[in-house]
Nanobody, 122 residues
Framework: QVQLVESGGGLVQAGDPLRLSCAASGRTFSSYVMAWFRQASGKEREFVGFIVQSGGRTYYADSVKGRFTISIDNAKNTVYLQMDRLRPEDTAVYLC???????????????WGQGTQVTVSS
């Protein structure tokens, strides 16, 4: 069992940076693939990126590649999503997820946080 709590969302201007955090609890946290998804109002949940804790491999959606970075602080059981050069189209609820397989489909992930709202004004 893994519990996830996101934080760090807010209202920013286009071009600004923002860092989201996902605090995880559970003894088997280190064995999970950690991913970020986002869901804009009226749209389907969209893959942002994931990190494979064993080895640190990361993978990102084309829409965020080069602007977003996922990292982990194992001592704090926390996953971060550093978002740079934000755009209005990045506006969404951002959700942290944990799963056993490194894939881009949200249907495969077992555990989810409640989400944090990110709004980017133009």
């Amino acid at each position: 069992q893994v519990q996830l709590v996101e934080s760090g969302g807010g209202l920013v201007q286009a071009g600004d940076p923002l860092r989201l955090s996902c605090a995880a609890s559970g003894r088997t946290f280190s064995s999970y693939v950690m991913a970020w998804f986002r869901q804009a109002s009226g749209k389907e949940r969209e893959f942002v990126g994931f990190i494979v804790q064993s080895g640190g491999r990361t993978y990102y959606a084309d829409s965020v590649k080069g602007r977003f970075t996922i990292s982990i602080d194992n001592a704090k059981n926390t996953v971060y999503l550093q978002m740079d050069r934000l755009r209005p189209e990045d506006t969404a609820v951002y959700l942290c997820a944990a799963g056993r397989i490194a894939v881009t489909s949200y249907r495969v992930y077992n555990y989810w946080g409640q989400g944090t709202q990110v709004t980017v004004s133009s």
